[in-house]
């Protein structure tokens, strides 16, 4: 039987158009969103899982963005989470990204820490809201 242990909401803008982050620096990661999940009681098979939106304002170029979870708080820790979604010239409007990843079986410790990032592989991206990613940890 599942045992639900933890679950944790990191909501860094709830409104459209709410923010205006630009991202300035070209495939460097930028951190959107980060959940720490308690892991008192697990058991076997601990499993996490994750989604999250953000949403961003693209220049008129051909553009690919990357949204990069890690288990940790640096953008070099071990990556459980990498999708880039690549738009073209004619997107005018806001582009909402969603996702939803999973971490089966991570170390158990007392915490489990996830970081979010978001890069650009072109300047003039700016993040403008919603931003949001939430998880939560179950065990056997």
Not at 81 to 87: K, L, R, W
Request: hydrophobic residues 45%.
């Amino acid at each position: 039987m599942t045992t639900f242990l933890d679950a944790r909401t990191s909501q860094n803008a709830s409104l459209a158009n709410s923010i205006a982050i630009p991202i300035l620096v070209i495939n460097t990661p930028q951190l959107f969103g980060q959940i720490g999940l308690q892991t008192a009681g697990a058991g076997t098979n601990p499993r996490v899982q994750f989604k999250g939106t953000i949403s961003v304002q693209l220049p008129l170029a051909l553009v690919g963005i990357t949204i990069t979870i890690v288990r940790g708080t640096l953008s070099t820790d071990p990556v459980i989470y990498s999708a880039t979604s690549t738009f073209d010239l004619s997107i005018l409007a806001p582009q909402i990204i969603t996702f939803s990843a999973d971490d089966f079986n991570p170390p158990i410790t007392p915490q489990l820490t996830y970081t979010a990032f978001v890069s650009s592989n072109l300047l003039g991206t700016i993040r403008v809201g919603p931003e949001n990613f939430d998880g939560f940890v179950v065990s056997d």
